[in-house]
């Protein structure tokens, strides 16, 4: 390495280094749209211009963490080579002083926000082909268990930072806020969940029917225990309601024909039943597609884990399914704003599967992998236990007692912008002020 690339490299690990100790700060549903109806573009690019380098600069860290082999991959080195020169456009718009910006800049900050959405587009993909190029080159034996919970948590912080970008761009560039649309950004805040389910279902049923020439009917009910009657709605990203939904249906769609073959006179239906309580609203999948023995249960959320074929070149139909993604991404959704998806079985009868979303959006809270030094000690241990020791990282307990940053001015910014008003957040910046408070 020459000298120059070599200061490159020194200053972009401090950078990243910097970042990295800086707070994520964990939006609900209902921030977001509040500050979707309320924010000035100015106002999201202060927010932004922080926070996604941020978020990008947690994970640049953890991908350190992972086995060596699995780095050295050519997938996993390209991906890496996508987050790098993206933190380092947004490192582009941190001048001096930090708050300015004219409409100049944030026209150049929108364009560069989607052209880093394009850059990253098949990150998941190129990922996933990472994982595969170690398994052939080192065997089944070389996928270590931390890969799994890498996966997730570098999936987890992808969804968020594509959001964060989305909804500026929805905001502010494709003016989805117009007074027709009753849209906040890329969130509906009435999304109705039975349209989003059928929706769903007809698509899954459309590439079911181009598989095996048949597919089973789906019925969809709904409790409304709060207001009897009514139709279901929550404030939620119907896209990604809409995919979780798809993938679920088209598994159980599969299981069902599979089961009892494509010339069955009368498949038994897929069968939704969505339901709203005080804290939860759910949203349940069940078919008679003959189960899954219950040691079979929890492989299920493994990426990479599937029972069908591997699907065909890209000028093929389009496949039911094959990748062993649909479940682990789909669970990763419905976490992300606090939700959770389980799944039950009665082997040779059929598959129940619950997704969980939070009832209220003043509860649904981003759930985000944040990079600290238990997190390293967590891969470590992975390292001696062959991956027993890991710890479920999506609930509060897992952070306790771990210190992050703000900087000052962004601590300001966020105060003054209401941004600060769940729980979780709460907890997170009593903890972070009380750290500054210390060590200033
Ligand atoms: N409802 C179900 N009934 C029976 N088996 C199921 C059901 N849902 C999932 N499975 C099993 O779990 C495996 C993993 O499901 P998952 O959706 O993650 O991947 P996939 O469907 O194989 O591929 P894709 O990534 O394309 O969705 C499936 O291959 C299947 O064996
Ligand atoms: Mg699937």
């Known amino acids: 390495m020459g000298r120059v690339a070599r200061d ?16 994520q700060s964990t939006l609900s549903i209902e921030q977001f749209t509040n500050f979707g109806k309320n924010a000035t573009p100015k106002e999201s690019f202060k927010f932004l211009h922080h926070e996604v380098p941020v978020r990008l600069a947690h994970i640049m860290k953890e991908i350190n963490l992972l086995p060596r082999n699995l780095r050295r991959m050519p997938s996993v080195e390209l991906v890496k080579s996508w987050y790098v020169q993206s933190f380092l456009d947004l490192m582009e718009f941190h001048s001096e002083r930090e708050f300015e910006c004219n409409d100049i800049i944030l026209d150049n900050f929108a364009k560069k926000l989607l052209h880093i959405k394009r ?12 994982v595969i190029e170690l398994r052939d080159s080192e065997g089944e034996e070389s996928i270590h268990p931390s890969i799994q919970y890498f996966l997730d948590r570098f999936y987890m912080n992808r969804i968020s930072v594509r959001l964060l970008m989305t909804q500026h761009l929805a905001l502010f560039e494709e003016n989805i806020r117009s007074s027709k649309s009753k849209f906040i950004g890329v969130f509906d805040p009435n999304c109705n969940v039975s349209t989003v389910v059928q929706d769903a279902a007809d698509n899954a049923r459309l590439l079911c029917d181009q598989f095996y020439y048949a597919s089973p009917d789906v019925t969809i009910r709904q409790h409304n225990a709060l207001e009897n009657g009514k139709p279901i709605n929550v404030a939620y990203v119907p896209s990604h309601l809409y995919h979780i939904i798809f993938e679920l249906v088209k598994n159980a769609m599969r299981a069902t024909v599979e089961h009892h073959g494509s010339d069955a006179i009368d498949l038994p239906r897929v069968e939704v039943l969505i339901g709203k309580g005080q804290e939860d609203l759910t949203i349940q999948v069940s078919d008679r597609g003959g189960g899954i023995s219950r040691n079979r249960i929890e492989q299920l959320f493994m990426y990479h884990y599937t029972t069908a074929p591997q699907p065909l070149g890209s000028d093929a139909i ?22 959770d998806i389980q799944i039950s079985s009665i082997e040779g009868y059929g598959t129940s599967a619950n997704i969980y979303l939070k009832a209220f959006s003043k509860h649904a809270s981003e759930v985000l992998p944040l990079y600290n030094s238990l ?21 509060d307990s897992f952070y306790q007692g771990q210190n992050h940053s703000y900087s000052k001015p962004y601590l300001n ?3 003054n912008k209401g941004l600060g008003t769940d729980g979780c957040f709460i907890q997170n910046a009593i903890d972070d002020l009380v750290y500054i408070l210390c060590t200033t």
């Open 8 to 23: 490159v490299a020194r200053d972009l690990q401090t950078l990243v280094n910097k970042y990295s100790r800086f707070h």
């Open 375 to 395: 997190v390293a000690k967590t891969y470590d241990e992975a390292d001696s236990s062959g991956g027993n020791s890991m710890r479920d990282w999506s609930s």
């Open 318 to 339: 389009a496949p039911l399914a094959g990748y062993g993604y649909g479940l682990p991404l789909s669970r990763l959704y419905a976490k992300y704003f606090g939700g």
């Open 413 to 415: 910014f966020l105060r």
């Open 119 to 130: 850059r990253h587009d098949n990150t998941v993909e190129t990922m996933a082909q990472g």
